[in-house]
């Protein structure tokens, strides 16, 4: 269940943020500047539902403590800016980058609990994830934490925008490496069954 609530928060996240962007020729402006209501709401709905999955992952078999150190942040961060009432657009950006490649990370899990591990319609979705999660958080994610530094934004917000991008790079390691993992235990499968 706490898989399927995260895939929808994900999508209406996503959503949510995306219909908030005040100007599509600069998704990011204005900068600094004050919060929309339609941001805050975005932004509230986030924080509410990544304390409700904070709770789920205390909760959980296996308690990861860097899965509890970034919800953590997250909410953190969230609660800098719905107080602040600033930073919206920065906020929302981060926001729609963090979670566009969440629903490909929950279909993976998905896949595995129902079986599929080690399939080809898994491993499509290994790197549909990677591809996504590669794309928003080392490239967008850069030019995002750019801009809010260079920005007047609070010196907190200044900190989650450079905290978020290690995070990000820290998980572009790891999933880089799983996928080079999965690739290259797949060649080696295909290499012993050829050779039979």
Known sequence: MPRIVSTIHACLA?????????DWSCPVCPLASKSSPHQMKTLGVTVAYLIYD??????????KLDNIIHHLVSIVGLVAGLS?????????????????SSPFLHLRELL???GYNNTDLNLAADIMF?????????????YLAYV?????????????????????????YKIARMVM??????TSANKVTSSQ
């Open 14 to 22: 996503v959503t949510l943020a995306s219909l908030s962007v005040q």
């Open 54 to 63: 904070l709770v789920c992952c205390l909760f959980d078999k296996r308690v």
């Open 84 to 100: 602040c009432q600033r930073c919206g657009s920065e906020m929302v950006a981060a926001l729609w980058i963090t979670e566009i």
């Open 112 to 114: 595995k609990e129902m």
């Open 130 to 142: 990677a591809v996504i999660f590669s794309l928003a958080r080392m490239v967008g994610g850069p």
């Open 148 to 172: 809010t530094l260079s920005a007047d934004n609070p010196l907190l917000i200044k900190a989650m925008a450079a905290g978020l991008q290690l995070v990000s790079a820290f998980w572009f």
């Open 181 to 186: 993992y999965k690739l290259s235990r797949r």
